[in-house]
């Protein structure tokens, strides 16, 4: 059963760049797409978007241009970056593998709080 | 891009009951549609794909109907564990949007 495990700073300074990590265990990163999902306390949830095993990425046009999702099959793991953070980007951020037979979601990291604040 | 609406947005229900959730998207999606569960402090749990497709595990009291823009989730017999919040979600091509969510309540 692969397991997905979010890392990251819990608190950003509005303006500055959010950097998360996503390590995947107990099974393989290739061949599969992996997506940064996000939830406001309290509130529904936004797809960010996406980076599949070759590095090909797609994301939310919403936040596009200050997304950039990157893998590193070495180490196992895939990252976010989102730039330029205001308070409207304090959520609940989820790791999720996209299923093989479609694009939605089978497996989840457990979550992190990231909180945007001076 | 197509947006997604859930309803009711909460209910009330008693264990034992039958409770429909509803999701209708802008335009059509024939049957990209999938529900999940979220129970607080905890990852969405994916229950159907596929509209009407049972996700392994998943009790058979869950299943999904629906196609184009109309789509519904029915939980027949109520259990205690199913009380949580309960979101579709497209996919069938990018932005793979979710519902505002329905929050199911003990009653």
């Known amino acids: 059963q692969v397991h997905l495990q979010e890392s990251g700073p819990g608190l950003v300074k509005p303006s500055e760049t959010l950097s998360l990590t996503c390590t995947v265990s107990?099974?393989?990163?290739?061949?599969?797409?992996w997506t940064w999902i996000r939830q406001p306390p309290g509130k529904g949830l936004e797809w960010i978007g996406y980076?599949?095993?070759?590095?090909?990425?797609n994301y939310n046009p919403s936040l596009k241009s200050r997304v950039t999702i990157s893998v590193d099959t070495s180490q196992s793991r895939f990252s976010l970056n989102l730039t330029s953070v205001t308070a409207a980007d304090t959520a609940i951020y989820f790791c999720?593998?996209?299923?093989?037979?479609?694009?939605?979601?089978?497996?989840w990291g457990q979550g992190t709080l990231v909180t945007v604040s001076s | 891009d197509i947006q997604m609406t859930q309803s009711p947005s909460s209910l009330s229900a008693s264990v034992g009951d039958t409770v429909t959730i509803a999701c209708r998207t802008s335009?059509?999606?024939?049957?990209?549609l999938a529900w999940y569960q979220q129970k607080p402090g905890k990852a969405p749990k994916l229950l159907i794909y596929?509209?009407?497709t049972l996700q392994s595990g998943v009790p058979s009291r869950f299943s999904g109907s629906g196609s184009g823009t109309d789509f519904t989730l029915t939980i027949s017999s109520l259990q205690p564990e199913d009380f949580a919040t309960y979101f579709c979600?497209?996919?069938?091509?990018?932005?793979?949007?979710f519902g505002q969510g329905t929050k199911l309540e003990i009653k």
């Open positions: 107990d099974g393989s990163i290739t061949n599969y797409c």
């Open positions: 979600q497209k996919h069938d091509r990018a932005p793979y949007t």
């Open positions: 999720a593998r996209e299923a093989f037979s479609g694009s939605f979601y089978d497996h």
């Open positions: 980076v599949y095993s070759n590095g090909n990425t």
């Open positions: 335009q059509g999606i024939t049957n990209f």
């Open positions: 596929a509209a009407s």
